[in-house]
């Protein structure tokens, strides 16, 4: 399929299933509704090492075609939890950068009803952010807040703050699939509070639960990232997975 004049770039190296074809003029709809700060992702799920066959706007994360799935994507397939949901909106999603951002994600099912991509949506509020919080701080500095008449000597309370800069942050969105694996099993590692060349075997269990809850073992080489960072043999992480998986 040839469309002209489009902003969505489509990985060349890849067939695409006829599922998605639909939704490529909707990318360049929506980068042309919501503009050039928000990126429109497509991730084929079939391989989650590089699963994104198709973006627009990409300057908005630096991320490109042939890259890999995020944490939450792993997170979601590996729990299953867009079996009873079309979609997840509006939750904060972070770069490596440290740019922050309002996402969304739309389950793609085949006509079996299995989750074959998503479509991502990563809007970047930063300037909306920033001119909502010059605008309340012009209106505490002129005393034109609610309820509290000039010269009242009442104060205004610290500004909220918005979805794309507050809460919890739910997706990080990596470069390259050795960044997914190493920083998804640096953080849950550091989160058991042992160096891992102290863990004991329990612990090191513990954390490979862990790591199997977030889906990081859906990523190809994820075995050997992972037996380095517990500082134990490949075989032992097979060993330490078939014991999670059998619910010990």
Same mark, same amino acid.
């Given at each position: 399929?040839?469309?002209?004049?489009?902003?969505?770039?489509?990985?060349?190296?890849?067939?695409?299933?006829?599922? !998605?074809?639909?939704?490529?003029?909707?990318?360049? !709809? !929506?980068?042309?509704? =919501?503009?050039?700060?928000?990126?429109?992702? =497509?991730?084929?799920?079939?391989? =989650?090492?590089?699963?994104?066959?198709?973006?627009?706007?990409?300057?908005?994360?630096?991320?490109?075609?042939?890259?890999?799935?995020?944490?939450?994507?792993?997170?979601?397939?590996?729990?299953?939890?867009?079996?009873?949901?079309?979609?997840?909106?509006?939750?904060?999603?972070?770069?490596?950068?440290?740019?922050?951002?309002?996402?969304?994600?739309? !389950?793609?099912?085949?006509?079996?009803?299995?989750?074959?991509?998503?479509?991502?949506?990563?809007?970047?509020?930063?300037?909306?952010?920033?001119?909502?919080?010059?605008?309340?701080?012009?209106?505490?500095?002129?005393?034109?807040?609610?309820?509290?008449?000039?010269?009242?000597?009442?104060?205004?309370?610290?500004?909220?703050?918005?979805?794309?800069?507050?809460?919890?942050?739910?997706?990080?969105?990596?470069?390259?699939?050795?960044? =997914?694996?190493?920083?998804?099993?640096?953080?849950?590692?550091?989160?058991?509070?042992?160096?891992?060349?102290?863990?004991?075997?329990?612990?090191?269990?513990?954390?490979?639960?862990?790591?199997?809850?977030?889906?990081?073992?859906?990523?190809?080489?994820?075995?050997?990232?992972?037996?380095?960072?517990?500082?134990?043999?490949?075989?032992?992480?097979?060993?330490?997975?078939?014991?999670?998986?059998?619910?010990?």
């Amino acid at each position: 399929m040839t469309r002209a004049s489009s902003a969505t770039v489509v990985d060349a190296s890849r067939v695409l299933r006829a599922e !998605f074809e639909p939704y490529l003029p909707l990318m360049d !709809f !929506f980068a042309e509704l =919501l503009g050039p700060r928000t990126e429109v992702v =497509l991730h084929d799920t079939s391989d =989650l090492s590089r699963s994104i066959v198709a973006l627009t706007n990409g300057h908005v994360s630096g991320r490109s075609v042939g890259g890999p799935a995020t944490d939450l994507v792993l997170k979601v397939l590996q729990n299953h939890e867009h079996d009873d949901r079309d979609y997840l909106a509006n939750y904060l999603a972070e770069s490596r950068t440290g740019g922050t951002f309002r996402s969304s994600t739309f !389950f793609i099912r085949d006509a079996g009803g299995d989750v074959v991509g998503m479509l991502c949506l990563n809007i970047d509020d930063e300037p909306l952010t920033r001119a909502r919080d010059l605008l309340a701080a012009i209106t505490a500095t002129t005393g034109l807040v609610k309820g509290a008449p000039l010269g009242s000597g009442s104060e205004a309370g610290p500004a909220s703050t918005s979805t794309s800069s507050s809460g919890p942050v739910a997706e990080r969105l990596s470069m390259n699939v050795d960044e =997914l694996a190493l920083d998804g099993v640096a953080r849950i590692v550091a989160a058991q509070g042992v160096e891992p060349h102290r863990m004991t075997p329990d612990e090191k269990v513990a954390a490979v639960r862990e790591i199997e809850r977030a889906g990081v073992f859906l990523l190809k080489g994820a075995v050997a990232q992972v037996a380095e960072a517990l500082h134990v043999s490949e075989p032992t992480v097979y060993r330490y997975v078939r014991q999670v998986r059998q619910g010990g």
